[in-house]
């Protein structure tokens, strides 16, 4: 219910779209800075789709076979997946929907390179799945 209450919807009269991914990731991005330190550039909630077969532009085969459906940034902890009934689930608010976000899979990362830019060598952001649009958000009451 905190949950609920912090993403800023009506628990009862909610809108609802739920999208499942192969693996929800939650990416801290780091710089090497002029003093010499790493810091923390953005941390990120990434969710892969298993996409094999996918060529990079360069029609070279990518090193992975899982490709990004959509990113967005963590702002607060309430942003985490967190488990539920077996699965990784988070709730991504999307102008006036709520997505429901499950995976099968939950990775957390720090690298110096942010990977939903890289990914786009392979999957450009156009061509993107994505996770749902308002046409396939349904009205639900609890």
Known sequence: MLAITLLGFHPFDEVVSTTH????EVNTVFRWDDEQRYTVVLTQLIAWSYMPGT??????????PYRVLAWRMVKHPGHVPSRHNGRWRCLWTEGAG????????????WTLEDLEVADRRVLPMADR???????????HSR
């Open 21 to 24: 991914c192969a693996i929800l």
């Open 98 to 109: 709520v997505l429901n976000v499950t995976a099968t899979k939950f990775l957390e990362s």
């Open 55 to 64: 060529l990079c532009l360069d029609e070279t085969p990518p090193a992975s």
């Open 129 to 139: 799945r994505g996770l749902g649009t308002m046409g396939s958000i349904a009205r």
